[in-house]
């Protein structure tokens, strides 16, 4: 299985960004989908986390400006930023599992092995200038 995100880019703040992860490979679409970010000198933490029913979950600091979404038949994950603020200056990261445990605590430091996912996305770099 591969993921491939794209869509990152150089935004001003209050601007909106569409973050795309195709994958490929992937057997079923009953995996999770989701999305993470680390930010220079910070832990990466869990920001959203969409199953194949379309119950997704959000971190605080995304709730509302952030929106989560899937193409079951072209297995990709997408990640609609809206009012985006410098704080959101981070690389993010696409993976699937089998259920949305590994992203918890959404928002908060999360250590889990990027091995434990059932697989794991290049990152791509979106940066916010205030």
């Known amino acids: 299985v591969q993921l491939q995100a794209f869509g990152g880019g150089l935004v001003q703040a209050g601007d909106s960004l569409r973050l795309t992860c195709a994958a490929s490979?992937?057997?079923?679409?009953?995996?999770?989908l989701g999305w993470f970010r680390q930010a220079p000198g910070k832990e990466r933490e869990g920001i959203a986390c969409i199953a194949n029913n379309g119950g997704a979950d959000y971190a605080d600091s995304v709730r509302g400006r952030f929106t989560i979404s899937r193409d079951n038949d072209k297995i990709r994950v997408y990640l609609q930023m809206n009012s985006l603020k410098s704080e959101d200056t981070a690389v993010y990261y696409c993976?699937?599992?089998?259920?949305?445990?590994?992203?918890?605590?959404?928002?908060?430091?999360?250590?889990?092995?990027?091995?434990?996912?059932?697989?794991w996305g290049q990152g791509t770099l979106v940066t916010v200038s205030s």
């Open positions: 490979g992937l057997p079923r679409s009953s995996y999770v």
């Open positions: 993976a699937t599992d089998n259920w949305c445990d590994r992203w918890r605590p959404f928002g908060g430091p999360n250590y889990y092995p990027t091995t434990d996912f059932h697989s």
